[in-house]
T-cell receptor, first 115, second 112 residues
Framework: SQTIHQWPATLVQPVGSPLSLECTVE??????LYWYRQAAGRGLQLLFY??????ISSEVPQNLSASRPQDRQFILSSKKLLLSDSGFYLC??????????????FGQGTRLTVV | GEDVEQSLFLSVREGDSSVINCTYT??????LYWYKQEPGAGLQLLTY?????DMKQDQRLTVLLNKKDKHLSLRIADTQTGDSAIYFC????????????FGKGTKLSVKP
């Protein structure tokens, strides 16, 4: 069966510090991968999605970047965090072998607080 | 752009039915979803409905789809305190290379 791992679960970082959130998927190959952010009162916003290694699409201009160094690894990064980067970040995957490509599965999320 | 709207709060008494409503804009959406988020946790897929269906029932959950009005609802029968969570409506947008567009979520509070 497929599983998704996302870490860390919580993170408190000072303004101006770097960020690296990691997400890995097991049990499937060539999935689509996504990073979403949930900010207070603003629902879920798609930040990045990737259809393959090294292929990243950005949905909104921001202080963040994403990379996909391996098929089942998706990393969200920032060189210098802003207060406005605080939120709940969710990694998700869809598609891959044997899974309908219009069904998405989510990790447990990372609560990021920038202070 | 594509948009999904839902009311932000709903409060019900334990044992009553809960109905969470959602409207969407993309008439070409093939799948529509309901996700549940418990405090501090990720999203759990509750159920989904294909656009050529009007209704889908799964135990205590009933999903109704009015494609003409682009209206989706989730009914939870015999609501329990464990159902307290945020419920997100979502539509799949963009085909096989697409992604989910979410509403802002409805916070369901169940009072004993």
């Amino acid at each position: 069966s497929q599983t998704i791992h996302q870490w860390p679960a919580t993170l408190v970082q000072p303004v101006g510090s770097p960020l690296s959130l990691e997400c890995t998927v097991e049990g499937t190959s060539n999935p689509n991968l996504y990073w979403y952010r949930q900010a207070a009162g603003r629902g879920l916003q798609l930040l990045f999605y990737s259809v393959g290694i090294g292929q990243i699409s950005s949905e909104v201009p921001q202080n963040l970047s994403a990379s996909r160094p391996q098929d089942r690894q998706f990393i969200l990064s920032s060189k210098k965090l802003l207060l406005s980067d605080s939120g709940f970040y969710l990694c998700a995957w869809s598609g891959g072998n044997g899974v309908m490509n219009t069904e998405a599965f989510f990790g447990q999320g990372t609560r990021l607080t920038v202070v | 752009g594509e948009d999904v709207e839902q009311s932000l709060f709903l409060s019900v008494r334990e044992g009553d039915s809960s109905v969470i409503n959602c409207t969407y804009t993309d008439s070409s959406s093939t799948y529509l979803y309901w996700y549940k988020q418990e405090p501090g946790a990720g999203l759990q897929l509750l159920t989904y409905i294909f656009s050529n269906m009007d209704m889908k029932q799964d135990q205590r959950l009933t999903v109704l789809l009015n494609k003409k009005d682009k209206h989706l609802s989730l009914r939870i029968a015999d609501t329990q305190t464990g159902d307290s969570a945020i419920y997100f409506c979502a539509e799949w947008y963009g085909g096989s290379q697409g992604n989910l567009i979410f509403g802002k979520g409805t916070k369901l509070s169940v009072k004993p």
